[in-house]
């Protein structure tokens, strides 16, 4: 087998962990980096470094931190190609210039790396294809993620490797399902985040949710949806307008420049029209005048953070913790240590510096973006039996017990690799 048909991998982050997503490939000579993410929190995590000049191009993904935070350190002492959709560029940018307001520690990169990322960006529509040098061909295809989230497939001398990144397969309100035209893939990059568990029917939580709402609402109280800024608060608010719910809607935080962003992307949402009146029918917060009208009168509240972690949310919430006729809705899963998921767990929230007990009702209501369980193992029947896959962007248990199941049940190659690992000369 010739040499140019050697396929090198190694994975800076996102292996056995959710968070700093980076794969590393090394064939025909040049160097693609597969998303550079990372991990939020007191103190930001990154991947691996990687020497930018050596770097021929990177794809995005998606925007979401834990795939594009890294980024702007490849722009420190070089160029590189970043190749993307139009959205993710717009709301990539969004999120990283968030992320360096609320740091507490300085980063390694400031607004000119930003910026260079920006000017160094080759931008695709879905299923347009680009090609870096002669043999390799890079395809991105509709994710269902978020708006503008891609999956990427790269064909390498005849070989293809397919990079799910965050991927849903179902659709929502918001989004078409993921696009899954794909045939004879060697190499599968699969995401792992819920490959231990299915989620509940979409359309029964749903109901569920705007049930709890108009409860909410009928009782006299204020209903606080903390949401994602990109992807999930636009989506609440397009179920909100689906169901036609009557009352009061508010939108803050980012989520209102994310979905002025997304207004310019209209090929990027399943029901444009469902979108922009979703919008219109939300009265956006402006200043603290408009927030205390908004906790004064019944009504449901759509803001950042999700998991309660900084945002407008946590302003909101001293307002109606101790009322019993208010609700806090969570729309996405807590992670562990996060304010949100101690409200679940103790039943009690951090007001300033005491503990206060959680008096308003607390409801939970999966409107996932990944896929469940039983998606996933769809996926994997998709392809033949000497694809290699590797599980990636789960926690551990899920990423062995992934990739076990993988090989034992479909007697496919799998791996479940760690930070650091490197796979040498895959051939075809």
Not at 69 to 74: E, V
Not at 158 to 165: A, D, N, P, Q, T
Not at 384 to 403: L, M, P, Q
Request: with cysteine.
């Amino acid at each position: 087998m010739a040499e140019k048909n050697n396929v090198k991998v190694k994975f800076l982050g996102g292996a056995r962990r959710i968070g700093c997503s980076a794969i590393l490939l090394q064939a025909n000579g040049k160097n693609i980096l597969l998303d550079y993410g990372a991990t939020p929190g007191a103190h930001l995590d990154f991947p691996l470094p990687v020497p930018s000049k050596e770097i021929d191009a990177i794809i995005l993904t998606h925007a979401h931190i834990d795939h594009s935070g890294a980024i702007p350190l490849l722009y420190t002492v070089a160029n590189p190609p970043l190749i993307t959709t139009p959205a993710t560029l717009d709301l990539a940018e969004l999120l990283i210039y968030d992320m360096m307001n609320v740091a507490r520690d300085p980063l390694p990169f400031g607004r000119r790396e930003v910026k260079r990322m920006k000017k160094n960006s080759i931008l695709l529509n879905y299923k347009e294809e680009y090609k870096l040098g002669k043999n390799i061909k890079i395809t991105l295809f509709n994710a269902g993620h978020i708006p503008g989230s891609s999956s990427v497939l790269l064909e390498i001398n005849g070989v293809k490797i397919w990079y799910s990144g965050d991927i849903n397969t179902i659709s929502t309100r918001l989004l078409e399902p993921a696009n899954m035209d794909l045939e004879d893939v060697d190499i599968v990059f699969i995401e792992s985040t819920y490959a231990l568990k299915d989620h509940p029917p979409r359309e029964d939580q749903e109901k569920a949710f705007i049930k709890a709402l108009k409860e909410t609402i009928e009782d006299q109280g204020v209903a606080l949806v903390p949401a994602f800024s990109v992807g999930r608060s636009q989506e609440v608010l397009c179920i909100l307008e689906h169901y036609d719910f009557k009352g009061r809607i508010f939108l803050d935080g980012m989520a209102r420049r994310a979905s002025k962003i997304l207004l310019e992307y209209p090929t990027f949402i399943k029901d444009y029209d469902l979108f922009v009146r979703s919008l219109k029918r939300a009265r956006w917060i402006e200043d603290n005048h408009d927030r205390f009208k908004a906790v004064s009168e019944p009504g449901v509240i759509v803001t950042p953070a999700g998991m309660l972690v900084g945002g407008s949310a946590q302003w909101y919430l001293k307002y109606i913790y101790k009322d019993e006729n208010c609700g806090l809705f969570y729309v996405s899963y807590q992670v562990p240590g996060t304010p949100g998921r101690r409200i679940l767990e103790t039943g009690k929230v951090r007001i300033g510096r005491k503990e206060k007990k959680m008096r308003a009702r607390v409801g939970y209501f999966e409107l996932s973006s990944h896929s469940g369980r039983t998606q996933l193992l769809e996926l994997i029947k998709k392809f033949d039996s000497d694809t290699v896959f590797f599980t990636v962007h789960g926690e551990e248990e899920s990423t062995i017990k992934f990739a076990e199941e993988i090989r034992d049940r479909y007697g496919y190659t799998a791996f479940s690799p760690s930070v650091g690992e490197t796979f040498f000369q895959f051939s075809f």
